[in-house]
């Protein structure tokens, strides 16, 4: 039985639609053990916490816990910080949801470098240089996003819950409250991807700064409306930390977006962006030197005769020409001919 031989890889980067769906299930499978791996790693890291950090569980309850004591319901008989769960599997599940979060935050690295492996081969040389750039910025923008969220949340909840508090006391139970924190933490996450997305639509020529200068007030409208629609508790407070950061974030990718420009336009001239419609226009004449000096009328010009050769006259033959052959016995005359 033959072994077949594996094909190396093509120099040019071209691959068929197979090869394509190949490639893009061997990444996808890499990122889901990546992100598998880091799930096990947070699950264990809800409860026991590894190198003397706080466990996650403790780390989630924090804001909640914060609270003070007449706004929170207690449950135990020595008034510790509890969360209520209503149902048998409702802790595994809050836990299997914890963990899946910190391992996809652990596995960034990993999953981020596939997507991005799986894009460059499109790109030209010079493109592909943001590799590791781009996976820093998307991880380090993630990881600030959802600090900011808890912050939010630490800040926030005692507004929520000191509103009304005359009537009413808060006693949430633990879904509730780790959907409400997950939401926030993943939705100020993924938002603050939307610089690095701009930067990078600008690294590829297909956004530039001139596309959205005269905009800015429409896009902070639009920024705004999303954040009061993503935020989970549609509170005030969430809302405009995160408009307010989106904001900010936005912009400083815009100025980045000018100055690539400014230098890619120093880089590549104008007329080299031309079509061949643009560039191939007509040819203006060269401005001439002076006044022109007019051409007077032409003047016939005779042709001069032509002189005909001499006649020679050869002597008349000797004697001795009896020993040529006989085709030349008589001479010719060639002034005769001409």
Known sequence: MTKLKRRGKNPTGEMSLVEHLQELRRRVIVSLIAI????VIGFIWYQYAPWRLMPLGEIIRGPYCNLPQELRASFTADGECRLLATS??????????VGALAGLVLASPVWLTQIWNFITPGLHKNERR????FISLAVFLFVLGALLAYFVLDQGLYVLMSIGSEFQIG???GERYYNFLLSLIVIFGVSFELPLIIIMLNLVGVLRYEHVKDKRRFIIVLIFIFAAVMTPGQDPFSMVALALSINLLVEIAFQFCRFNDRK???ERPDWMDLDDEQGSGPIDAPTPVGSASRIGSSTSIKAAPIERPQPVHRAPATKSSTSQKRGFE??????DVL
């Open 36 to 39: 598998t791996i880091g799930t």
């Open 88 to 97: 048998p599997f409702e802790m595994f599940m809050l836990r299997l949801k």
């Open 130 to 133: 943001y590799t590791m750039t």
């Open 171 to 173: 006693a949430l139970t």
């Open 264 to 266: 890619r336009k120093r």
């Open 330 to 335: 008589n001479d010719i005359d060639f002034g």
